[in-house]
């Protein structure tokens, strides 16, 4: 008597849950891929040709891709010291100017312009802090994993999916303390305009309370 076949159909919706986490981690990391692409391309590239694109749009400064790209990771490390303090500094430092120009500016196609670059730089921040996150995330996991290792436990590699949950986490803790800040800071404000209120009436009846009693007939 034969068996029924089950095993192929078994192991192929097996197969098919096991690759669901994978393929959606391959596409939410496609963009990722794209822009740790082009830093490696732009690693090479000189200052004054990233200022010049900058200043001008149409100009292309990154060089043409090895067929073979070795080093991938080196670049890119080279690429975020070398560039980095144009997200610490220079970013932060431009999108002041604008907001300076924006407000002094009565042209309304300056006005637009102005606009566009700001909403650009803070793409570029926004970009830039979380990165910045991601490595602080394995730097902080890799750091707990050595000292796990030298006492002698097996070391645990973090899925794109966990450091989201931690990046879920962290963007939460940020947000709690605006929160508490924001919070705070009316705590402040109500105070100190129940006090202004409390002296100004208080002025109030000091100016008609009389300075000594009438004498008594």
Sequence with gaps: MRKPKTDV?????????ESEEEEEEEEESFSQDEEEEIEQELADVTFEELQKARSDGSHTVYKKPNVEKKGGRANKNRFKRKYNFIYENELPAEKEELKKTLKKSNDPEVIDETKNRISLIDKQLKSASRKH????????????ERDAALQGKQPYYLKKSEIRKQKLVEKYKELKQRVNYVIYQASGKLESFIEKRRRKNAAKDHKFMPYRRSEQQ
């Design 9 to 17: 159909a078994t192991s192929s919706k097996v197969k098919f849950d």
């Design 133 to 144: 996150t991601d490595v602080e995330i394995l730097a902080k996991h890799k750091k707990k």
